[in-house]
């Protein structure tokens, strides 16, 4: 190629490669401002929470065995259904028992006949003795015959009596009111008194959930009630709140019933019993469930977006504004965090009421003190009810 053809093109580089003087606005080469959001650090008053499992557990479990020997005739129930205290469950073959009892009342009969025909005897020979028409002794025979009957009398009517209990006891009838089970033994089988199930019955309502509360936890709680700062609803009573595994949040409200009265030196923990209400019966007992505890006093904190904090190392950190710079600068704040309340995360240290820290474009900061073009966030809707 020659000089003449190279002349030209040289000249066509120069053109495209210079820049006017001031043409960039930046100067040096410098980063523009970062679009980023802002958001104000949000002022809160509630109570922190704590999770455990705990299982759902019937105040009352009966199972159901037969008082008298027999062959079951009828069953009086659903499997499942709802019975009350004294409904008829199963009917035991009542003609062994109906003529037991008719034998018991013939017996009573045929000694009240006696007695009073001794009771004659011995009103009679008093007559006599108290004429000395009669031996002293015949009057302590007739006495002693007297009383004889007196005593088959009262062994009759206890005979009768056994006889009227054992047959109420051919119905079997719901000890306490609740949910029952399958028949464990149907129609026409033979029953054992006292040794046969028949089925069993759990009240569903209220409920006890049954959950092991670490030593840690346990301390916190006693040193809460001991200062006076353990929250309570209105009844004074520590609230509890139930989660099923198919639930989102903690619908079900209970209250703390009891603890166990000492630790598990092998697992660290004591059992804790909670009660909560059922009447829809949504709490079955036997299910898995999480409870959350009242682990602090109501107090205001600080909260922001769990997206807003950063990772240093080993240090938290989330990113304010300087706004007093021109431009803006992102600024390093450290922080402490606590838990999870809402999706928000609390702040025990390194804010303070009234900071804005940025919540989205961090991605675009390389580093703290690069140059920002901040934006206020779009408010948030109030939420319905505060954390606990």
Not at 220 to 248: H, I, M, W, Y
Request: proline residues 6%.
């Amino acid at each position: 190629m020659n000089a003449s053809r190279l002349l030209p093109l040289a000249a066509l580089l120069l053109i495209a490669c210079h820049k006017p003087a001031g043409g960039d606005a930046h100067g040096g080469g410098q980063m523009p401002p970062a679009s980023v959001t802002l958001a104000p650090v949000e002022k809160r008053e509630l109570v922190e929470w704590e999770e455990f499992t705990g299982r759902v557990e019937a105040l009352e479990t009966v199972e159901l065995r037969p008082r008298v020997a027999g062959y079951i005739t009828e069953v009086h129930f659903q499997a499942g259904a709802l019975v009350k205290k004294g409904d008829i469950l199963f009917t035991i073959d009542q003609r062994p028992f109906q003529t037991k009892l008719r034998a018991a009342k013939a017996e009573v009969a045929r000694a009240e006949a006696s007695s009073q025909a001794s009771k004659r005897e011995f009103d009679r020979v008093s007559s006599l003795l108290a004429a000395k028409a009669i031996a002293p002794e015949q009057g302590e025979t007739r006495e002693s015959m007297y009383k004889q009957g007196l005593a088959a009398l009262e062994s009759a009517q206890a005979a009768e009596h056994s006889a009227e209990i054992e047959m109420e006891h051919t119905e079997v009838k719901a000890p306490i009111s609740g949910r029952i089970s399958r028949a464990i033994t149907t129609t026409g089988n033979f029953v054992t008194a006292g040794t046969t199930i028949l089925t069993s019955i759990v009240t569903i309502d209220p409920v006890y959930v049954y959950a092991d509360i670490d030593e840690n936890s346990l301390l916190k709680l006693q040193a809460l009630k001991r200062d006076n700062k353990l929250f309570t609803n209105g009844d004074n009573k520590v609230p509890v709140e139930l989660q099923l595994s198919n639930e989102s949040d903690f619908p079900h409200k209970g209250y703390i019933e009891s603890f166990d009265n000492r630790l598990d030196a092998g697992t660290g923990s004591m059992v804790l019993r909670v009660e909560f209400p059922n009447s829809d019966g949504t709490l079955t007992p036997g299910l898995f469930a999480r409870i959350r505890l009242p682990m602090t006093g109501k107090y205001p904190a600080l909260l922001v977006d769990e997206k807003s904090i950063l990772t240093d190392q080993a240090n938290k950190y989330v990113l304010g504004v300087d706004e007093s710079k021109s431009p803006a600068i992102s600024v390093y704040k450290q922080v402490v965090l606590g838990p999870v309340i809402d999706g928000k995360r609390i702040i025990r240290s390194g804010l303070a009421d009234g900071d804005k820290i940025i919540i989205n474009g961090q991605a675009r900061l390389p580093q703290p003190g690069m140059p920002v073009a901040p934006m206020a966030a779009a408010a948030e809707k109030p939420k319905e009810t505060a954390a606990k």
